[in-house]
């Protein structure tokens, strides 16, 4: 399986009504001033050492962010100093599936966004569907996170003020599942290279959109006209891999063509540049190139650019000391850095 191929790579890493978004009427994107920091290249050296899309370098550890709380589902970084309003708020971001490599690029770029990081490993979508399968898991998450919060600063105020969902490849089972369980107070979606619609009964199984059913796409669909109004935010990316089942990218155009947009064609510059983009007030679909496994993965790369131009930007996310000295991975003693 691809999900399960690619994972293994990474080792050396009903329409739902859901909380309203704090945006203003008419969503303008732009780049905050300063710009976020860069992610440190891949450079021929670090992939000479093994790193590689799959395997992105550990510069940082945890940076500037404490050390991990365990939640009841997966764990919490929350910055050392700062990344809160007065009022002990805090813009909180949950992801699922390669959570190990989104750790690795968003320690290094983020402004003060609290991660969440749940990693179910092998096994695609199924250990997710598990993990979310009542509709009172997610509160419970929210409630151990709003508890780490708390812990952390010392402060019975601390509370989540924006909360996003975000997901990889099989990670994006748990995305629908959320979705499906009409779960209340998210507030932006990310769905990277991980939504694969479904086959219409009885057509050809091709990748061609008359093949594909749209009522499977309803609580997504949901979510993009809500982006649409400027109510939240959605970013949904794919690449050009093409498995057996419907692909995110034949997916994807469903998806725009349900909406009645057009893709804007981009010219690529790398071998994994963007081919295409639609950004409409809070909607975000991005089409990309590569059609091999490490296409696949370099769609954890443009976390960092979600984040940093489109997420935090929308919530003003306070901003978190970077100046205090990085966390070491508690990986670290155990093994040699390279």
């Known amino acids: 399986m691809l999900a399960a191929a690619l994972l293994a790579c ?14 203003p009427a008419r969503v303008v994107v732009a780049a905050p001033t300063p710009a976020p920091p860069a992610v440190a290249p891949l450079t021929e050296e670090l992939r000479a050492k093994g790193f590689s899309e799959c ?7 945890l940076g500037p962010y404490a050390p991990f709380r365990q939640l009841s589902l997966g764990r919490i970084l929350i910055p050392q100093k700062g990344g809160h309003t007065p009022d002990f708020g805090y813009d909180v971001l949950v992801h699922f599936h390669g959570a190990d490599a989104v750790r690795k690029l968003l320690v290094q770029t983020a402004r003060g966004v609290v991660l969440v990081l749940v990693d179910k490993g092998l096994g695609g979508g199924a250990p997710y569907t598990r993990a979310l399968g009542t509709k009172f898991m997610f509160p419970l998450l929210r409630t151990s996170i709003a508890k780490a919060l708390k812990a952390h600063s010392g402060s019975e105020q601390a509370h989540i003020r924006h909360l996003a969902v975000s997901s990889w490849s099989a990670g994006t089972v748990a995305v629908s599942k959320l979705l499906q369980q009409e779960q209340e107070g998210i507030d932006a979606l990310i769905i990277l290279d991980g939504l694969h619609g479904a086959w219409m009964l009885g057509a050809p199984r091709v990748q061609k959109l008359d093949s594909l059913d749209a009522r499977y796409l309803t609580r997504e669909l949901a979510f993009a006209k809500r982006a649409l109004a400027g109510d939240a935010l959605f970013v949904l990316t794919y690449s050009s891999v093409v ?15 349900e909406l009645g947009l057009q893709p804007t064609t981009l010219e690529p510059s790398t071998d994994y540049g963007q081919t295409s983009t639609v950004d409409v007030k809070g909607l975000h679909v991005w089409g990309f190139q590569g059609k091999d496994q490490p296409g696949h993965c370099a769609q954890l790369f443009l976390m960092p650019r979600i984040v940093g131009e489109l997420l935090e930007p929308a919530w003003n996310t306070p901003a978190m000391d970077r100046s205090v000295p990085p966390t ?10 390279r």
């Open 243 to 257: 498995p057996t089942f419907p692909s995110t990218a034949t997916t994807a155009q469903l998806l725009l063509r």
């Open 55 to 61: 395997n992105p370098h550990d510069p940082l550890g």
């Open 10 to 23: 990474s080792r050396g890493p009903k329409p739902a009504s859901l909380g309203r978004l704090a945006l």
């Open 328 to 337: 070491p991975h508690p990986d670290w003693q155990f093994k040699k850095r």
